[in-house]
C-alpha cells in the first residue's frame, strides 16, 4: 500500500494520436515532468490507427495537418499529397514520435479503464486493464472525439455466416473484396471514402443509405516539389493564416454574402471554388451557416453537381433527396464517390424508404426484400465528442461519476475541464471547437493551454484546479447560444448532436464561434487570473 502522497508520475496521458503525444512531448520535455501515456491500441496513431479502410483519408490538407510547434519536424517531413491518406499520416506520427524520443514513456496495448480521485491527498489512481493502480496528480485525457466506434443494433447480427467489419477497426491484414458480394451501411465521410475502393474490386457492392450526405470533390494531387519548397521557406506565413481562420484552416474568413452577390457573379465563384475542391468549398461566401437562403442556394449547386454525374435517375434521386441545410453535418471530400454509382455492380438501397428489419445468416433483410451478402461493412461512425471518455470509469469528488454528471449531456469549461474532477483535463472535448476545425490546429491550442495551466500550478504551488460551477454552467449556455445563432442545430440528425447513438442526449457539442474566437476567449481568461478556475 502507498503512502497518501505517493505518485508513480506526476502526469498520466491518456490516448496515442496526435494530441496525447503532443502533450507527453510538451510535459515532459517542456516542463520536466514525470509523465507516462497508456494506449489501448498495441502501437500509436490514434483514429489513424485504427481507421485502416480503403480510402481511408484526412480532409484537412496535408501541410496544415501537421504539428507547427517544431519547425524542425516541418522541414524534416515531406508530404506526397494535397490529402494524405492514413498510411502516410500513420507514418508521420510515427516520425514525429521517433525524433521527439517518445515511445520510452509509452505503455500499448493497456486501456484505463477507471480514474478516481482521493479529496484527501488530491491525487488521482488510474486502474488499468491489466489490473494495475498507478497514482498521479494530473490526468490529461486525449482519448479522441472520434474514436469510440458506434454499431447499430440490427437484430441478427450474430447470424451473419459471412464477415462484418467497421470502418473505425478495420483489420491491420486487410480484407479481399474480389469476387466478393459487399453490403456497405451508412453514407457518411467513412461510408463515402470506402464506397468507390469496394465498388472497384466487390464483384457486387450494394450501398444501404439511410441519410444521404453533401459531399465535395477532393481534387487530390500529387504535391510539386516547388509547392514543398515554397512551403517550407513560409511556414510562419501558414501558420499565420491557419490562427486567424475560424476553422484552423489556411484560408481567410470570407466577407462576402452568398445571397448579396449577383447570381451571374455567385455562380462563377461557385464553379471555381468546385473545381479547386475540398472544404475550401463552403468557406467561398460567410453567410452559409447563418442565412437559410443563402444555404439553399449552395445546397441546390451541389445537387445539381450530383445530377449531373450520376446517370442512373433512380440512383440519383436517392443520392440527393437530401433534406438538410448544407455543412450543418460534417461536409465530406470525395474522389469519384458519385462516380461509383454509374457502375453496373454498384447499387444503392434507401433505408429510409425501406428500412433494414434484421441481418439473416446469408444477408440483410429490408421490409420489402432480401439481399444475400459475403461481407457487410458497417460506416456507421462513432459516439462522438463523449462516447470514448465515457467508456471509462471516472470518479470525482462527492463520488461523482462522470457518466451521472454527462447525464444530460457534457457539462464543462472551455471543452477542458469539468467541476468536481480537479486536475483532469480533456483535450478538444465536448463544449471546444475540436470536430469543427482542423484538429492539429485546436489540439496544439489546447496542449499548450493545459501545459500552462499546470506550470502556472507548480510555480504557485496549487496542488489542484477545476472550473466553478457559474463558470461551466455559463459556458455551456455559451455554446449553445453561439450554435442557436446558426443553421447547426436545426439537422437533428447528427452526431454533433450525438443523435446517431440511441440513448444520447441531444446536446449540440462542439463551440461554433471560430477556432479563433475561442483562442481570443481563452486568452482574455488566463491574462483576468485564470477566471473561472479554481486553485487549492
Known amino acids: 500500500m502507498k503512502k497518501t502522497e505517493e505518485i508513480d508520475f506526476e502526469a498520466i496521458v491518456i490516448g496515442a494520436g496526435f494530441s496525447g503525444l503532443y502533450q507527453l512531448h510538451a510535459l515532459r520535455d517542456k516542463l520536466g515532468m514525470s509523465v507516462h501515456l497508456f494506449e489501448a491500441a498495441d502501437d500509436l496513431g490514434g483514429t489513424w490507427y485504427w481507421n485502416r479502410y480503403p480510402g481511408a483519408r484526412c480532409d484537412s490538407e496535408s501541410h496544415t495537418y501537421c504539428y507547427y510547434f517544431s519547425e524542425e519536424l516541418l522541414q524534416e517531413w515531406e508530404w506526397s499529397e494535397r490529402y494524405p491518406e492514413q498510411k502516410e499520416i500513420l507514418e508521420y506520427l510515427n516520425f514525429a514520435a521517433d525524433r521527439l524520443d517518445l515511445r520510452t514513456d509509452i505503455t500499448f496495448s493497456n486501456r484505463i479503464t477507471q480514474m478516481v480521485f482521493d479529496e484527501e491527498s488530491l491525487i488521482w489512481t488510474v486502474l488499468s486493464e491489466d489490473g494495475r493502480e498507478y497514482r498521479t496528480r494530473f490526468i490529461i485525457n486525449a482519448v479522441g472525439c472520434l474514436s469510440s466506434t458506434n454499431i447499430p443494433n440490427i437484430l441478427g447480427k450474430e447470424r451473419f455466416e459471412g464477415s462484418i467489419y467497421h470502418t473505425g477497426e478495420w483489420p491491420h491484414e486487410g480484407v479481399d473484396f474480389s469476387g466478393k458480394s459487399v453490403a456497405v451501411i451508412g453514407t457518411g465521410s467513412s461510408g463515402i471514402q470506402t464506397i468507390p475502393e469496394v465498388g472497384k474490386l466487390a464483384s457486387q457492392t450494394t450501398v444501404f443509405q439511410r441519410t444521404p450526405n ?43 454574402h452568398l445571397i448579396d452577390t449577383p447570381e451571374l457573379e455567385r455562380r462563377k465563384i461557385l464553379e ?9 468549398f463552403r468557406e467561398c461566401f460567410d453567410d452559409i451557416l447563418v442565412n437559410k437562403r443563402s444555404n439553399l442556394i449552395m445546397s441546390d449547386f451541389i445537387k445539381d453537381k450530383i445530377k449531373d454525374v450520376v446517370k442512373d435517375q433512380d440512383k440519383s434521386a436517392i443520392l440527393t433527396n437530401i433534406d438538410y441545410p448544407f455543412s450543418t453535418k460534417r461536409p465530406p471530400i470525395d474522389t469519384e464517390y458519385f462516380e461509383t454509382f454509374n457502375e453496373e455492380n454498384v447499387n444503392i438501397v434507401d433505408i429510409k424508404a425501406d428500412p433494414i428489419t434484421e441481418i439473416t445468416a446469408k444477408g440483410i433483410k429490408t421490409r420489402s426484400k432480401e439481399f444475400f451478402f459475403d461481407i457487410i461493412i458497417f460506416a456507421t461512425g462513432f459516439d462522438a465528442m463523449t462516447g470514448s471518455m465515457l467508456k471509462i470509469d471516472v470518479i470525482g469528488r462527492k463520488k461523482k461519476t462522470l457518466k451521472d454528471v454527462w447525464k444530460a449531456g457534457p457539462l464543462t469549461y472551455l471543452g477542458l475541464q469539468v467541476e468536481d474532477f480537479p486536475n483532469m483535463f480533456i483535450l478538444t472535448g465536448p463544449g471546444s471547437p475540436s470536430v469543427l476545425t482542423n484538429m492539429p490546429r485546436t489540439i496544439e491550442h489546447h496542449v499548450e493551454f493545459v501545459t500552462a495551466c499546470i506550470s502556472h500550478m507548480v510555480v504557485n504551488n496549487f496542488r489542484a484546479m477545476e472550473p466553478t460551477n457559474k463558470a461551466m454552467v455559463e459556458w455551456v449556455e455559451h455554446v449553445n447560444e453561439v450554435a442557436d445563432k446558426t443553421l447547426l442545430p436545426k439537422t437533428k440528425h447528427s452526431w454533433y448532436l450525438g443523435s446517431n447513438v440511441p440513448g444520447k442526449p441531444q446536446v449540440f457539442m462542439p463551440y461554433a464561434g471560430g477556432l479563433n474566437n475561442y483562442r481570443d476567449i481563452c486568452s482574455e481568461i488566463v491574462e483576468d487570473g485564470y477566471r473561472g478556475f479554481n486553485f487549492t
Open 214 to 256: 453533401y459531399s465535395i470533390p477532393a481534387r487530390n494531387e500529387k504535391l510539386s516539389q516547388t509547392f514543398i519548397d515554397n512551403f517550407k521557406a513560409s511556414t510562419s506565413e501558414w501558420m499565420r493564416k491557419m490562427l486567424l481562420s475560424r476553422g484552423g484552416h489556411a484560408w481567410p474568413i470570407p466577407t462576402r
Open 272 to 280: 471555381e471554388a468546385w473545381s479547386v475542391g475540398g472544404l475550401g
